[in-house]
């Protein structure tokens, strides 16, 4: 050291010297230190085929399974209408009624008319045509002894002719009164006839004024759910004004559209997982039924699957979203949904290679159960990070237990 220092050098300017080599040797090491970053200790997960069913989107609403607008059958005015809104019915339950007094009047009147009709035959209203005799009618039977004596005097008259004991006229006017005679025979059948046939007229118009007056109380055509009163007491209705809107909400119906690419691939029968906000877990159903034709206008095809709703919880008029599963076997190339991260719009995954980790963009597909699809960016058997939120460029070290599944 000493060949090194100059004459003009004092005890202190060879400490700072020698203060100054020990701190440069610092600072290469700590160089050589951020060379070789310290390791990341991550999860790794590999990227492989996984189960995944092929669904078509769809949305849409909840429908009634039969909805009805309860009308008036006959004219009359309302006196009572024992139901309001979302009041639950039974099939056959009175809704309302109407005025009975007319309607029964129009009956009894009907029965007097039936009765004056079966009196002319010799009948009551009670008795089967099927019982009546034609040719036992007094007015056939007057008519039938008329005949048979102009046919006697007729054949008297033709062994007199023989003798020479008559007139050619008498003949003729003898058979004339033949013909007269089975005129009126056949329009004494006729008009027996004829009165059977006001009979059952009578009976007819009978049986019109009974189903008159008890259609006077309008009822529950099935098990459903007021959802609109359209009446009030006092109210005249016309035939076929409103009463009150009924819908059967159990089941309920999902109706939704999916669109023309996907027409084809739609099937009854299958599975329809139906989502409803508020709702935790989705309603699985199934397709019920599938439009003949699409729509239009909007270039898509409706379908609907029934929803079972015994509590009738859910209601009429819900919007749904739905997925149908068209094919419940397919697979497609996954990774957790914590091994994705977008920044920026792009979305990327810290791909693990020969120890190391680098940023690698994807492109995503369908996200379900805590999986995304990854549609391009890995191939099958790719190692990423589980925890994207961690990851950064440089050397990874996989835990122990992850070493038999990972090849480190």
């Known amino acids: 050291m000493t060949r090194?220092?100059?004459?003009?050098?004092?005890?202190?300017l060879i400490a700072l010297a020698i203060v100054g080599c020990q701190h440069g040797a610092e600072e290469s090491t700590a160089g050589k230190a951020a060379v070789t970053p310290t390791p990341l200790k991550a999860a790794v997960v590999p990227v492989e085929q996984r189960p995944w069913q092929t669904v078509i989107r769809s949305q849409g609403s909840l429908v009634a399974d039969e909805s009805s607008v309860v009308g008036a059958k006959v004219a009359g005015r309302v006196v009572s209408v024992s139901v309001d809104l979302g009041d639950y019915v039974h099939q056959g339950d009175v809704v309302a009624q109407l005025d009975e007094n007319e309607l029964r009047l129009q009956v009894l009147q009907a029965e007097a008319q039936l009765a004056?009709?079966?009196a002319a035959v010799g009948l009551t209203p009670a008795d089967s045509l099927e019982m009546v005799n034609r040719e036992n009618s007094p007015p056939v039977r007057q008519e039938f002894a008329v005949l048979q004596e102009a046919r006697a005097t007729l054949a008297r008259l033709k062994r007199l002719q023989e003798q020479a004991a008559v007139t050619l006229a008498d003949?003729?006017?003898?058979?004339?009164?033949?013909?007269?005679a089975e005129a009126r025979y056949a329009s004494a059948l006729n008009g027996v006839e004829e009165k059977l046939a006001l009979i059952k007229v009578r009976k007819a118009e009978l049986a019109l004024a009974q189903d008159a007056l008890q259609h006077a109380a309008i009822r529950a055509p099935f098990d459903a759910l007021v959802q609109e009163r359209q009446a009030a007491p006092g109210a005249y209705l016309s035939v076929g004004d409103p009463v009150v809107t009924l819908v059967r909400t159990d089941p309920l119906r999902y109706r939704?559209?999916?669109p023309e690419r996907y027409a084809l691939e739609l099937q009854t029968g299958q599975e329809v997982r139906v989502r409803l906000e508020g709702e935790p877990e989705p309603i699985v159903a199934r397709v019920s039924r599938i439009s003949p034709a699409l729509e239009e206008l909007s270039r898509s095809l409706t379908f609907e699957a029934d929803l079972p709703n015994p509590d009738g919880r859910l209601r009429t008029g819900l919007f749904a979203e739905a997925a149908v599963v068209v094919d419940s076997r397919s697979e497609a190339l996954a990774v957790p949904?914590?091994?994705v991260i977008e920044f920026a719009g792009v979305e990327k995954v810290w791909r693990v290679a020969d120890g190391a980790a680098s940023?690698?963009?994807?492109?995503?597909?369908?996200?379900?159960?805590?999986?995304?699809?990854?549609?391009?960016?890995?191939q099958r058997g790719d190692t990423v990070l589980k925890d994207a939120a961690t990851g950064r460029n440089g050397p990874v070290e996989v835990p122990?237990?992850?070493?038999d599944h990972t090849g480190g």
Request: proline letters at 6%; aromatic letters at 4%.
């Open 116 to 118: 004056q009709a079966c």
């Open 359 to 378: 940023e690698t963009p994807v492109q995503t597909g369908r996200r379900e159960q805590g999986l995304i699809e990854i549609v391009s960016g890995l």
């Open 171 to 180: 003949l003729d006017a003898s058979a004339a009164a033949v013909a007269v």
């Open 337 to 339: 949904a914590s091994a």
């Open 400 to 403: 122990d237990h992850q070493n």
């Open 4 to 12: 090194f220092a100059s004459p003009g050098w004092g005890p202190s």
């Open 256 to 258: 939704g559209t999916i």
